[in-house]
Every structure is written in structure tokens, then in C-alpha cells.
């Protein structure tokens, strides 16, 4: 297995395709778990103070989890289901973290029985949802932040303003609940450090407020949207935790610090293999069509990000447009993307770094299949 490692991208798409090619049925996503160790204790030493907390929904392989967990990490979740995963594989509720701020009466419940007690919250109307089903649930409050720099901004959605802010305080200690905590999220693949700094200095002024207010605070999470670098170089983890563990000395040394890494964990990890089933010339530009797509796990791909990818084909490398399998036309994933212009009907190529929101987010649509996980 180490072997693979010190081959190149080419080659290791020319040694799957001697193992796999012959028998190829459909897409399939290796995740290699030594990469997942690497990842998570890499976070770890560049910030010691924080403790990880997997967002579960950049990837809920159960094996995924089990090997994070094996790693100190514990985890974030959004729905029942990504709780039940991690219930069914003996995480302890005490640490996980329900950090999705709009949550259904049925799930706060069922969270709470579990044993869960964080609770995200952005809106006083939420923060009167938990107080009334849940009265001794720990809160933690989520700004809203610049999410300047990043690939995909979360603060459309989420976050209360200050004002907004001001009222949650003010309800949760009318209502007598335990708002503790703080958090925020710069936005996912975050290419500007500094918005950890606005975010955690920020929480700072909160935790101000908070205290006037007569609340003690006791968390600060910094929330997830650690980049990798995909295709041009981005701020390494260790300069990101330069910035993190400057402003964290402005925070008392008896709050717990988490974050939510999902992406940055997990994405390195991922190798995902398919097939082109079709090309073609359409208006003057060339289509390549793989047998998935948006639906299919590439989802990402339209989102601008550029996985490197690798081909075995013959030719000086042309711009394609690249779409997926399905009947729609939301299912076109690149409108020009350089790959060798030989490629044809059969070949196979090899994404990398695929390991985050990828068989996360697929789904059978027009009966094409999910990618395999294949656990290395
Ligand atoms: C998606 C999400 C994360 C993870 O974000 P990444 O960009 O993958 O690190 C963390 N926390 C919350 C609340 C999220 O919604």
C-alpha cells in the first residue's frame, strides 16, 4: 500500500486501471486513511488549544468517522441521521456538537434523549424553541461573519447580527437558559486567514456582552472552512493557526475552544475514479461526458473548485466542457476544463483530493449509480 504514495499522479491512475479497468462497472472514491491521521494531526499540533470537531457532513462514512475518531477528533452534526452514525460507532454524545442553527422540535428532542446538549442558535425564535423542550441545553450563539475570500460563503443563511445578537442574549436570560458559548463560520475553502481573526475577535466582544448580561461564557468555536490547496497553493494550516493562536490569547484561558473542520480533514484523502462514456463537438467547443457528474459526486466541480485530474490519454491538453451522465442540464460540471484532447469513450480518469462533500452529496438521480467507497 505504501507504494502507491510515491507514485505519480499517472501512475497510479496506470496501476488502478491494471487492477480495475478490465472489470469496471461504476465511479468509485478511494479514501486513504493514513491521509485522514495526517490531516488530523496536523490540525492538531498547529493549534493545540483547539480541539477538532469533524462537520460530519463533508463525509458520513462511518469508516471515515471511525478513523477520526480513533484520532482524538470528535464531531459536529446537522440531522438525526449523522447523530445515529455516530451513536451506532460508540461516539460519547457528550461531545458532539448540534451546531446546525435552524433545527426541527423532533430533532432537538431526539438529540437532547441522546444525550446531546450543545445547541447552536441564531435567532431568538430558536433560542425560545430549546428553552421550551430542552431547558438545561448548553447554547451557543452563531454571528454572522465576513466570509470575504471564500469558495462557498455561509453567511447568506446563517449568523445574527449584533443587534440580532443583542435580543438572543436578552431572551436567553429572561428565559433563564444556559447561552455559554460562541461561534462563527468564515465560509468553506477560506482563502483569507484574517477572517478567523474578525470572527474570534468578535466572539471576544460577545462574551462581553454576555457577561454584563450576567452569563458566564465557556466556549468559543471557531467553526470549519480550513482550505486545501486543490490546484494553486492556499494558506497552509500552520499559517492559518499563526493568526487563530495570536487572537486566541485575547480569549480566557477557561473557555473551551473547538473548531469544525470538514473539508481540510478529509478532502486530501479522496481519489475518485470514473469513466468518459461519450465526447463530442457541440458549437465549436469539445464535450466530454463521464459517467458522473453533478449528481454523481462531483457536485464540487460546479462549484468552481478544480480537483486535479489525471488522464492517460494521448494529446496537448484542450479546454472541455465536462457534464455528467443524467437528462439535465444542471449536470454540467466544467464549462472549460484542459484535459488531453485524445480523450474518447472508455478512458478512464482520476480526480483527486475528492474526499470532502463528494459521496456526501451524491444521489441515484436518473438511475445512475453512487460511487463505491473503497476504504484504503
Ligand atoms: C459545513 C460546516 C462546517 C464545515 O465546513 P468546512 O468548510 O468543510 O470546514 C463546519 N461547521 C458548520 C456549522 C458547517 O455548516
Known amino acids: 500500500m505504501n507504494s502507491r504514495v510515491n507514485l505519480s499522479e499517472a501512475g497510479q491512475l496506470a496501476l488502478w486501471q491494471q487492477r480495475h479497468g478490465e472489470h469496471y462497472s461504476q465511479p468509485s472514491i478511494e479514501i486513504d486513511r493514513a491521509i485522514l491521521r495526517r490531516q488530523a494531526r496536523r490540525f492538531c499540533r498547529a493549534m493545540p488549544r483547539v480541539e477538532p470537531h469533524f462537520a460530519v457532513k463533508a463525509n458520513p ?23 445515529d452514525t455516530l451513536l451506532d460507532m460508540g461516539a460519547d454524545s457528550e461531545n458532539i456538537f448540534y451546531s446546525n442553527p435552524i433545527k426541527s422540535a423532533q430533532y432537538i428532542q431526539y438529540a437532547a434523549a441522546k444525550g446531546v446538549c450543545w445547541f447552536v442558535v441564531d435567532s431568538v425564535e430558536e433560542v425560545e424553541k430549546i ?21 462557498i460563503e455561509l453567511s447568506s443563511k446563517f449568523g445574527a447580527f449584533d443587534e440580532e445578537a443583542d435580543a438572543i442574549i436578552e431572551r436567553a436570560t429572561a428565559l433563564g437558559v444556559d447561552l455559554c458559548g460562541v461561534t462563527f463560520h468564515v465560509g468553506s475553502q477560506c482563502c483569507n486567514s484574517d477572517n478567523w481573526r474578525i470572527g474570534i475577535e468578535a466572539a471576544i466582544r460577545c462574551f462581553e456582552k454576555m457577561k454584563n448580561a450576567g452569563l458566564t461564557p465557556e466556549l468559543l468555536d471557531i467553526g470549519g472552512g480550513f482550505p486545501v490547496a486543490y490546484e494553486a497553493p492556499v494558506a497552509t494550516i500552520e499559517e492559518i493557526a499563526t493568526v487563530i ?33 461519450g465526447s463530442c463537438r457541440r458549437e465549436g467547443r469539445d464535450w466530454l461526458y463521464l459517467d458522473s ?42 464549462q472549460s476544463y484542459p484535459l488531453p484532447a485524445g480523450l474518447k469513450a472508455g478512458d478512464f480518469i482520476m480526480l483527486n483530493y475528492v474526499g470532502a462533500y463528494s459521496n456526501a452529496c451524491a444521489c441515484e438521480f436518473n438511475g445512475f449509480p453512487l460511487p463505491e467507497v473503497v476504504m484504503l
Request: hydrophobic fraction near 40%; charge should be negative.
Open 245 to 277: 493562536n495570536k487572537a486566541l490569547l485575547g480569549v480566557d484561558q477557561s473557555v473551551r475552544i473547538i473548531a469544525e473542520p470538514g473539508r481540510y480533514l478529509v478532502a486530501e484523502a479522496g481519489r475518485f475514479y470514473c469513466q468518459v462514456i
Open 131 to 151: 428553552a421550551d423542550l430542552v431547558p438545561q441545553a448548553k447554547l451557543y450563539l452563531r454571528l454572522h461573519t465576513s466570509n470575504k475570500g471564500s469558495l
Open 293 to 334: 457528474g453533478f449528481y454523481g459526486g462531483l457536485l464540487e466541480l460546479k462549484e468552481g473548485l478544480h480537483y486535479p485530474i489525471t488522464s492517460l490519454s494521448e494529446g496537448e491538453p484542450v479546454p472541455w466542457v465536462i457534464a455528467g451522465p443524467t437528462c439535465d442540464s444542471v449536470d454540467i460540471c466544467s
Open 61 to 83: 462514512h462511518p469508516a471515515v468517522l471511525a478513523t477520526l475518531a480513533e484520532e482524538g477528533v470528535f464531531f459536529e452534526i446537522a440531522s438525526k441521521k449523522e447523530l
